[in-house]
Structures are given as C-alpha cells and as structure tokens.
C-alpha cells in the first residue's frame, strides 16, 4: 500500500495538468470497485454514505464521516477527497477542530461548503471566508499536505446565480482554496467564465445529467470531474425496481445482475 504522504502527494499532482474523474463511493466495497477500474482518486459523497446508513443526506453525525473517511481512506490505495459538508460546525474554531479531526483520517483533500445546516441557506460571504479560514489554518498548523477545497452551495438553490457564485469562489481562492467548486454549474458559458475567474486554481464540476462528456468539459479547462451521489442512485434505481418487482411476485429485476464471480475477483484480493 502506499503511504499517506503518497497518496497526498499524487493527489496534488492530478490537479496540475488536464481533467480527471473522480467518483463518488459510499462505502469501502464501492471505493475498492471503482479503484479496480482505473479510478486515480475518489471522494466521498454526503448523500450516498447517509443513504447507506439508513439516514438522510446531512442526516450523518461528524462521527459517522470520519468513520467513512478513514475506512474508505484505509481500504484503497489512491488518495480520498472527503466531502465534509460544512464542516460539521457554524462556527470557524469548531470548523478548525473539526478539519483537524479529518485530517488525521488519511485524506488527501477535503471540501468545506457555504451551506447552513441549521437554516438550509447560506453563511454570508464573511462568515463563509472565516470559516474557509479557519479550515486553511488548521491544514497548515497540521503540516500535512492536504487539498482545500472550497465550495459554494448557492447554485443548486437558483442555477442562474451565477455572478455572486462566482464572486465568492474568487474570494475563497484568495483564502488559499486549493480548487474550486459550485455544485450546480452546468451551461457552458457559466463554466468558462468560473474557470476563467479563479485561474490558475483548478475547478471541479459536479456531474449530475448525462449530456456533456468528459473531453467538452475539459475542453472548458476544467481540471476534475465529480458526481457526488450519483453513481449511489444509479446503484439503488435497479434494487429499487427489482424490490418492487418482488412485492408483486416477479424476480425479473435480477436480470443482468453482476455476476457474483466478478465482485469476488475484484473484492477478494
């Protein structure tokens, strides 16, 4: 296996140059599938991992997350990007604590968002800053080599805000965001003028629809691409219907169900 400071330091680099998927598991037996595939890195996903747990999306504990990401982190040998939510705290000291506490999990990277748990809106544009601050300075007392990621949360309520999205993404690059993210951002003149605003800090795209591919949105100068909990959703649509199927005394939901070989092989070794 290799070490943290490997995994960190390879993570770092997939940022430099080009475009890279990075997928979304919800529990070490997806996160060891999806590196069998080729993956170079993977983050976790808020939805995805409540979901498995039987609980909602921001229904998770700051226990339960840093549960996931050690346990994710441990299993895979490619560096992890921990989706913290918002960082488990309103105010900036905890969110320090809290960042602190990740760390000490394995990651390679983790994302700190502008969103109010308790009120479902956002921190104003100062509080957001303070506490990205406070998430930067505790990765830098840490002395590890830990990705900051910087998101903000206002898109996915009105797709068309686009200049106050962009406007705190270029302030958070000022507090030392190491990559940039706006879930919600999908039309392709809103994408390069992101890319274009916080260069030469890398942007990450959430991909939530099936319309674009990989290369147009590299061509946009895109650096990385996540799905958040997406490949959790297309995983629970077949049991979903195959359940269903069941209650009405039908087992044709099995049809093209992985062979069971194929997920030994891949999870046996």
Not at 167 to 173: E, G, H, R, T
Not at 174 to 190: F, H, I, S
């Amino acid at each position: 296996m290799k070490s943290i400071a490997e995994k960190r330091k390879a993570f770092r680099k997939l940022h430099e140059t080009g475009c890279f998927v990075i997928p979304n598991p919800w529990d070490v037996g997806s996160a060891r599938v999806l590196e069998h595939l080729g993956f170079a890195a993977l983050a976790t996903t808020s939805s995805g991992h409540a979901w498995s747990l039987g609980k909602a999306d921001y229904g998770v504990t700051l226990e339960d997350a840093l549960r996931y990401f050690k346990s994710v982190s441990a299993a895979v040998d490619v560096p992890v990007n921990a989706d913290f939510e918002a960082g488990f705290a309103a105010d900036a000291e905890e969110v320090a604590t809290n960042v602190t506490r990740a760390i000490a999990t394995g990651i390679a990277g983790v994302s700190i968002e502008d969103r109010d748990v308790a009120t479902g809106g956002l921190y104003d544009k100062a509080t957001s800053l303070a506490r990205l601050r406070a998430a930067r300075q505790a990765i830098d007392r840490s002395g590890e080599d830990v990705m900051l990621i910087a998101r903000t949360e206002g898109l996915l309520d009105d797709a068309s805000q686009i200049a106050p999205a962009i406007d705190k993404l270029v302030a958070f690059a000022a507090e030392g965001a190491d990559c940039l993210y706006a879930p919600g951002v999908w039309k392709t003149e809103d994408i390069a003028a992101m890319v274009k605003a916080v260069a030469p800090r890398p942007v990450n795209v959430l991909v939530m629809k099936p319309d674009r591919t990989v290369k147009e949105l590299a061509d946009l100068g895109v650096r990385r691409l996540s799905v958040g909990g997406s490949l959790a959703r297309v995983g629970w649509a077949p049991v979903l219907k195959a359940a269903e199927g069941m209650m009405n005394g039908s087992f044709a939901g099995f049809e093209g169900a992985a062979p069971g070989s194929r997920m030994n092989k891949m999870l046996g070794g």
